[in-house]
């Protein structure tokens, strides 16, 4: 009895200091060190995509086109003078709206990317909080966490710089995360969590209109997990979204110069004349795929994660549309893991590996040891391999701007145009620093049409031109023979050169017809 009592009390004393030496305020051990792993996180990457905008290294496409449409947004305003639309014929960015507030403080490029890092980052709580749910282990939730950070795709995504998907990752995971788990309590308690979940899913919509694809077929994951009413209810009401907004609004608005437009060649100009022509034409997509090389493509996708997501195919299904869509095109940035167009691959790469684990330890508990080995391995491998931060192969001291590169002359020029809001024309990599104006093109726009989604003749204002800036031993034959002609005619002049930037302001009204050339 005495050995009993001892026991009890020794188990006591246990649990007593375990409360001593973890304070109940503070999150458990795990979630502390999955914080300070994204807070760290945040700080080395956040400071790596300001240097990379201060020193000239963003470009129009889309950190330009981003930056003007949260400006004009917040003048009351529509026509983006950088890709050539208005701002919601580009995407249905509606939660810009919401960001409007911040550009009246003073926002500009800096603050969108680092709430895009920190969006990042925080899309490993949700993360988290699923794995936790499903395996009830915090420790394995940290992995899984940790392995989001390691992504070598989370961190080009950073530094590609803004992009509303990007910002919309912790609203669909967390979205995801409420959607599979049933409601508990009372019927209001189970009411407020399917509002919830219907809020947050609709924030990921609202970022961009493709990811209402992947909510719809969220739905069909619903259904068969045995959420019918509220599965129909989110099919139903992401493929309105999809429908409505995406297929219909987008190009309507766009007056069919959509973003799709230039990518997919013969295949169409819209997802929807891309969807009929690929089932009309099967050898057309079948070709695609082939040339793209599909395989490799999901293997990037898929490798950091250790294929697990294949173990839970009803949860990878959510990105096949977005696979496809970028697959399909015929230009090759949009199946690279670097660029933004693999934020909705990622993320639910990431849930199908969380079920796909759920699923193996499910069978047998070492089938989950085995298959949480796996990932650990799998991931520090890619991360190394892939990945863009120092520890990696691929870093690079010039794409993150740690080296010392020569930006006098592109500062030079910034501090000549100063406060004046007239309208620009210049080099790319200065569009990100000028876009709070209503007139900014990327040179040689608006006179010869380049990477500009309106039709000749729509938006055309080069009388509206006050500034041009220009590095003329980096322009083509067309654009060279443009630049000279300007300044032969008088048209610009008081031209001024820092280490090679040349800058000029206008000095009389356009001598003739400039035309949009195609």
Known sequence: MSLNTTTIDEAAEDDSFSARAWPSWLPSPPMTILCVAMAFWMVKVGRLVILRHDKFLTNDFDLGIHDQSLWLLAHFKSWNTVYGGPVFAHHAMFMYIFMVPLVWLGGGPNLWNVMMVAA???????????????????WVALVIGIVWLLSPTTSWLAQETFHPEVMALPFLVTGYYLATTRPEGTPLEARRHNILTVLCLLAAMMWKEDIALVVTLMGLALLWRGRRRFGWAVFFGALAYAVVIGAWLVPTLAHGDTAYGMLYGAMGHTPTEVFVNSVKHPTWFAHRLNTNNA??????????????????????????????????????????????????????????????????????????????????????????????????????????GTLTVQTNGWQAALDRIGDDTSGVAVMYQLVPHLTHREVVFTYPNPWIRSNYLSSAGTGRSPEKVQWVVVIPRRLGPRELALWNSLIASGEFGDVQTVEGVVSARRLQPPTGANPLQP
């Open 120 to 138: 990042l980052a925080l899309t490993a709580v949700p993360l988290y909080a699923l794995a936790k749910r499903r395996l009830d282990n915090a």
């Open 295 to 400: 395989l490799s493509y999901a293997n990037r996708i898929q490798a950091p994660w250790a294929w697990l997501g294949v173990l839970s195919p009803i949860t990878l299904l959510m990105a096949v549309p977005q696979f496809f869509i970028n697959i399909l095109t015929t230009a090759k940035f949009t199946f690279v893991i670097r660029y933004h167009y693999q934020a909705i691959p990622l993320a639910v790469s990431a849930l199908a590996a969380v079920e796909g684990i759920t699923w193996a330890r499910s069978k047998r508990v070492v089938f989950g040891h085995l298959a949480v080995a796996g990932l650990i391995v799998s991931s520090l491998y890619t991360a190394v391999q892939w990945g863009p931060l120092s520890f990696a192969h691929r870093y690079n001291r010039w794409d993150w």
